[in-house]
């Protein structure tokens, strides 16, 4: 089975920074896009930070300049600076992890826990 763990939130006061980590495991063959999504209470999940399996990085409006999302081998991190209170969510890491059945490699849409940033005024 294969699973997404994120680790790195916490609390820290506005304008400090935090660095959000998540590892793949399972038996996964190869990893295609990668990327971090956020959920305030009372709001829909968005999308905050994707990169692709060749490097290519997308941000959200609100977190351009600020976050800075990067990826290794089956991991993806955000590094979240100058933090303000309406950065305050449960952020979610996502991927395209695959898997090899047989000789076929299927591709399935995982989901971390998610981990809880609170960000004081």
């Known amino acids: 089975q294969v699973q997404l763990v994120e680790s790195g939130g916490g609390l820290v006061e506005a304008g400090g920074s935090l660095r959000l980590s998540c590892v793949a495991s399972?038996?996964?063959?190869?990893?295609?896009?990668m990327g971090w999504y956020r959920q305030a209470p009372g709001k829909q999940r968005e999308s905050v930070a994707l990169?692709?399996?060749?490097?290519r990085v997308d941000y959200a409006d609100s977190v351009k300049g600020r976050f800075i999302i990067s990826r290794g081998d089956k991991m993806v991190h955000l590094q979240m600076n100058n933090l303000k209170p309406e950065d305050s969510a449960v952020y979610f890491c996502?991927?395209?992890?695959?898997?090899?059945?047989?000789?076929?490699?299927?591709?399935?849409?995982?989901w971390g826990q998610g981990t809880l940033v609170t960000v004081s005024s």
């Open positions: 990169i692709t399996g060749n490097g």
């Open positions: 996502y991927g395209e992890l695959g898997g090899l059945s047989g000789d076929v490699l299927n591709y399935a849409e995982v």
């Open positions: 399972g038996n996964i063959f190869n990893v295609r896009d």
